[in-house]
Every structure is written in C-alpha cells, then in structure tokens.
C-alpha cells in the first residue's frame, strides 16, 4: 500500500497532500503541492491541516458538483481549487488522500468564505486575548488581501486609544507603519481611527494618503499606503476599540465587507470580554463511524471537508496554542543596524549568535532584544575587537 500511494503521489499532475482523519495531522504530500503553496514535503509532515486548508462551503453556491477548499500557500496568500479525495483504511487508521485540482486565485465570496471559517478555528483554539486577537487580524488580512492589520483599545477614563497587536504581511515591508502604530496615541475623531471611533461604524477609504493622519502617516518616510478600513470592537455593548487593515493599493469599498464588520467586531470584543475562554466539548469532535475501505471520491471530498472542523477540536483541548510569531524581518534589521542581510545570516550559521523565530511562511523574525544585541556587536567591532570577541561579550552580559 505504502509503494502504491508513493508511486501515486509522484506521478499525479494533481495537488495531492494525505490526512489522517483522527488528528487532522499530515502524513505526506507530492511536488505538485509544492509547486502550487511552496510547503516543501519535510515540513508539513506532522502539521495539522487546519494550516494548509480551509473550508469554502459558504462559497460553494449553485456551481458544479464538488469540494471547493482553500490552499494557503507559504508566503501566506490564498488559492483555490476542488478537493477530490478518497478514503482508506491502513491498518485500522482511516487516511484521506486529498488531490486540489483547478488551482485558481480566489473570488470576493471565496475569500470572504475563508476569511470566516478561519477566524473561527481560531477563536475556538482560545487563547490568550492579544494573540487570538493578532491571530484574527493575520486571518483577516491574508484572506481578504490586505497588508496590514492592528487593534487600538480604549485607555481606561482618557479620550484615546493605544495598539495593542499587530499584524503585517511579510511580503509588505511596513515597518515604519508598525512602528509609528505602535508610539502613536490616536484621539477621539482625529485621524483614522479617530474618525471610525467618533462614527460608531465601519470606515473605508480608498486613498489614506489623502487623509489627515499626523500621528502616524506623517512619520512613513518612504512607505506608501493607500487603502484602508477601520470598524468598532464591541464588548458588552460598549466600544472597546478599533481594528484597521492597510494596502499598498488603492482599494474601492467592498460592501460585502463591509457588513461583515459588525459580526467581526462583535468577535472580537468576546475574546477580549472572555480571555482565553474555550467552549466545552460537545463531543462533535468524535470520529464518524468507519467507513468502507475505500469510498467513492465525491463522497469522500465531502467528507473530508465536513469532518475539518472536527479535525480543530481535539487539538485545540489538547494544547495551548503559543503566540503568533512576531517581530521585524531579516531586511528590517538590516535597514535599521546598518548591518548587510548576509552577514547577519553568517552570524546566526557560523556563530549560533542569533536564534531569530520563523513566521509560519518560514521568515526570519527578530526581537528588540536581538537587535539591541547586533548592536553592541557592531560598536565592539568598530573599536577594533575581534567578532568571536565580540560575540562572547555580548552573549555574556545577556
């Protein structure tokens, strides 16, 4: 069987990736999958497929007979294509071997569909609040293709609002976005956000750079922004905030959206009203009863997609998800200590100096702490010490 299934996945034109139903866990995938997300095989075995695919039954319509799913690729872009798949019985596991066929950028309604059916696999893995919320944003944004997401939240008895998470795509070099977010305070009808706050409702505008924003776009330098959206967070009934997503593109109002804002505020608000709050097992988790060895392939793709939300379940009680990743990239470091991309990736290969994180697109991320470390490195050289020197006496007083 296992040569078979091998011999399969090498020859099929298909996007071919294969699931074990009770986890959800990957067990192998082919080149063509690679060719299409960039997820080479060593790196998704073991991954649960809540990662890699999402479900557009909402998006499915009136259209031709089939499973459509999303793929998210490495970088973090959607794709669409049918699932067609079969079910098999190895050894008492029940596997799917799921072939994505018709691969195809995404439509408003499918990106809206994945927009929503990711961001509740995530509220219901719970979490801490900031980054269930930070999650959220990274959802919102990937599916619904902007390139930049934070959350403002009300200061207790004051008139403004502070970021609380942020979410940037690491194919937009927003650094200095991120960063005159993060120091600016945004006030009651002044700015952006400001604007969206004194309105109560959601916001869109096409091009911010014509828009007064002194707090933060003022202080861009070379970064262009241009569309952007804004909607009030509710908890309790009452406004506890504001999220916004920036493009690099100027971008019409999408109505559709647009009323989608206030079922994604309201969500919000609750995983910040009930941090880290998971709802009891209902039990529809539990695996459907065994099938035949082998089902027919419709059959199959659609279940398969069914059983996606039960493949969430169990690993969202079993473990506590760790925070999102977050950080500046390899180029932002580079750009802000003067210090070539290369070498610093020579420093983190040859010396084990630098353990960055990896976003789950696989880019490097790197603290204030490490950057603040490069940078003492960097005037130990300037007076002459020796880098490995120069390494060790950084190390030691960390």
Partial sequence: MEQTTTR????????????????GAVLGSNEAFFAVTGHPHHELVGRHVGDLLVSLRAAQGDGPVG???????????????????????VGGQRHSVCAIHEVRDPTPVERR????????RIVAAG??????????????????????????LTAPASR???????????????????????????????????????????????????EPDPERLDQLGGELVYGWF????????????????????????????????????????????HAGR???????????????????????????????????????AATDPSPIPTGLTL???????????????????RYQFLRPERSSSGYRLYGEQEVARILKVKQLLHQGVRIGEAMATVARAS
Avoid: H, Y
Avoid at 113 to 120: D, Q, T
């Fill in 67 to 89: 499973a459509p799913v999303g793929l998210w690729t490495r970088a973090g872009e959607l794709r669409c294509g049918q699932l067609s798949a079969l079910v098999v019985d």
């Fill in 331 to 349: 180029k932002a470091v580079s750009r802000r200590t003067g210090i070539p991309a290369a070498t610093l990736r020579t420093w983190e290969r």
């Fill in 113 to 120: 569909s994945a927009a929503r059916e990711r961001c509740a």
């Fill in 8 to 23: 399969f996945l090498e020859r099929s034109s298909d996007a071919i990736v294969v699931i074990r139903l009770a986890d």
């Fill in 160 to 210: 403004t609002m502070r970021c609380a998470a942020v979410w940037r795509s690491p194919l937009a070099d927003l650094v200095s976005l991120e960063e005159a977010s993060r120091q600016s305070t945004a006030r009651f009808g002044v700015g952006l956000v400001g604007r969206a706050w004194r309105d109560r409702r959601a916001v869109w505008v096409s091009n911010a750079m014509l």
């Fill in 230 to 273: 804004g909607f009030p967070v509710w908890a309790a009934g009452e406004l506890v905030g504001i999220a916004e997503f920036f493009s690099r593109e100027v971008r019409e109002p999408d109505e559709d959206i647009l009323r989608m804002t206030e079922q994604l505020g309201g969500l919000l608000g609750a995983v910040l009203e």
């Fill in 127 to 152: 979490g801490s609040p900031l980054a269930v919320a930070t999650s959220v944003l990274r959802a919102l944004g990937e599916s619904l293709r902007w390139e930049f997401g934070a959350l403002w």
């Fill in 278 to 316: 998971r709802p009891e097992s209902t039990g529809a988790a539990s695996e459907p009863e065994a099938p035949e060895i082998v089902r027919g392939a419709s059959q199959a793709a659609a279940e398969t997609v069914a059983t996606m939300a039960a493949w969430e379940a169990p690993v969202a």
